[in-house]
């Protein structure tokens, strides 16, 4: 099963970002599901209008999102979250996985 993961990026340090994607591409790895990390699809200084033009497809194509803790703080998650729910995409929190 192919998962998209969706939290917050603006407003962190990317670094920070990036290990939080990076954290959560581990585990589902870990689990036997195939992550998608936008950190890893967007060039960095892209503006987010942009960014999102390329991560919805790359999310519909998925069977579900992942949504890390922060995704409530973000205005593009919350907008994936939408979208997926919408489409009748899988919905899973980060903290299901952390049990």
């Given amino acids: 099963m ?5 939290g ?9 970002a990036e290990r939080n994607f990076e954290r959560a591409e581990k585990l589902l790895i870990a689990n036997n599901y195939e992550p998608v990390n936008p950190m890893k699809l967007v060039p960095e200084g892209v503006d987010n209008a942009a960014a999102m ?11 579900g999102i992942l949504l890390l803790d922060d995704w409530q703080w973000s205005e593009g998650a919350k907008i994936e979250e939408s979208l997926a729910r919408y489409c009748g995409l899988w919905r899973i929190n980060i903290v299901e996985f952390e049990k």
């Fill in 2 to 6: 192919k998962l998209y993961i969706s």
């Fill in 8 to 16: 917050r990026i603006s407003g962190l340090p990317r670094h920070i």
């Fill in 53 to 63: 033009k390329l991560l919805i497809p790359a999310m519909l194509e998925c069977d």
